[in-house]
Structures are given as C-alpha cells and as structure tokens.
Nanobody
Framework: QVQLVESGGGSVQAGGSLRLSCAAS????????MGWFRQAPGKEREGVAR????????DYADSVKGRFTISQDNAENTLYLQMNRLKPEDPGLYYC???????????????????WGQGTQVTVSS
C-alpha cells in the first residue's frame, strides 16, 4: 500500500509561488502514475498535473500550463508541484495521488488513482 504525505501548502498573494511536496512510501515498483489534484469548497476534485514515474512524462490541466511544474526526486521518493504566478482561482485543498504499478497512460480523473494523501491547503489572496 502506497502512503502519501503532502506538505508545503500555505497562503500567498496572487502572483506568488509555492512548492508542494509529496513524500511517498510503500512502493513495489518505480513505474506508476502520480498526480496532483485540487478541490475547492463546493467544487469537484480536479486534476492539476500528472507524471509517469517510469519515464517522466508529464501532463497538465490547461488552467495551469506554463505556471505549474510537476517533478519527481526518485532518490527521495518525493513528488513536487512548483506553482508560480498563483491566481485567485488556484486555491483549494491539494492532494497527491498514486496509481497502480505499470498502469499507463496516466488518467486525468481521480478514479484513475487508488492512493491519496491527506491534502495540503493552498490559499491565494488578491
């Protein structure tokens, strides 16, 4: 069972930056999809960015392309989300998620992932 622990959330002004981290443990392989999702109050959970750990391929929601970067540190089993030029529409509870071993391509929907962290809160003030 993969365990995920997010950190790095906080409150920033619009235009600012944050870097989220997701520490992962319990892997049985180094090839799986991992993603960042966010959920604002009253809204559905939406995919932000995803990465296949086996090859490093990435994909992003249109709303964050050019501003957010997903990356991994294999040595430390950590997934990152660098968020730049944050906008008032970016806040929410940000979750890290992991899919099953060897399953590719990476889905954009929450149903494509079976392990979740507890979330870290991001607030953006205008």
């Amino acid at each position: 069972q993969v365990q995920l622990v997010e950190s790095g959330g906080g409150s920033v002004q619009a235009g600012g930056s944050l870097r989220l981290s997701c520490a992962a443990s319990g892997y049985t392989s180094r090839s799986r999809c991992m993603g960042w999702f966010r959920q604002a109050p009253g809204k559905e959970r939406e995919g932000v960015a995803r990465l296949y750990t086996g090859g490093g391929s990435t994909d992003y929601a249109d709303s964050v392309k050019g501003r957010f970067t997903i990356s991994q540190d294999n040595a430390e089993n950590t997934l990152y989300l660098q968020m730049n030029r944050l906008k008032p529409e970016d806040p929410g509870l940000y979750y890290c998620a992991a899919g099953l071993d060897w399953v590719y391509p990476c889905g954009s929907q929450p149903s494509a992932y079976n392990s979740w962290g507890q979330g870290t809160q991001v607030t953006v003030s205008s």
